[in-house]
């Protein structure tokens, strides 16, 4: 079945960065979506990244401009490059992946993805 193994997540002061991977096993997507997502104590969960098969990209405003979202050839290694950093953004990120022949109309959507990752801790102090 599918798996999704996320790393990367880490301690790191703010204004720094980190690059979270996320590995999917038996995953190819011909018409679907991958995304990456972030939960705080208290917090719903939040989209923060996602893309589709065709490379189509959004981002939430809070991360636009500082975190970019990427995949390797054969689009089963998701990655999500952070930079400067803020304490706002300490969460659980989690790597999430739509069913491969859907297509995806909302990028930013939990209810868009059927795959979860186990989450990678983020924490950014000030």
């Known amino acids: 079945q599918v798996q999704l193994v996320e790393s990367g997540g880490g301690s790191v002061q703010a204004g720094g960065s980190l690059r979270l991977s996320c590995v999917a096993s038996?995953?190819?997507?011909?018409?679907?979506?991958m995304g990456w997502f972030r939960q705080a104590p208290g917090k719903g969960r939040e989209g923060v990244a996602g893309?589709?098969?065709?490379?189509?990209?959004r981002y939430a405003d809070s991360v636009k401009d500082r975190f970019t979202i990427s995949q390797d050839n054969a689009k089963n290694t998701l990655y999500l490059e952070m930079n400067s950093l803020k304490p706002d953004d300490t969460a659980l990120y989690f790597c999430?992946?739509?069913?491969?022949?859907?297509?995806?109309?909302?990028?930013?959507?939990?209810?868009?993805?059927?795959?979860w990752g186990q989450g990678t801790q983020v924490t950014v102090s000030s």
């Open positions: 893309i589709d098969s065709d490379g189509n990209i």
């Open positions: 999430a992946a739509s069913l491969p022949s859907r297509r995806c109309w909302a990028l930013l959507a939990t209810p868009q993805y059927t795959y």
């Open positions: 038996r995953y190819t997507y011909s018409s679907g979506c």
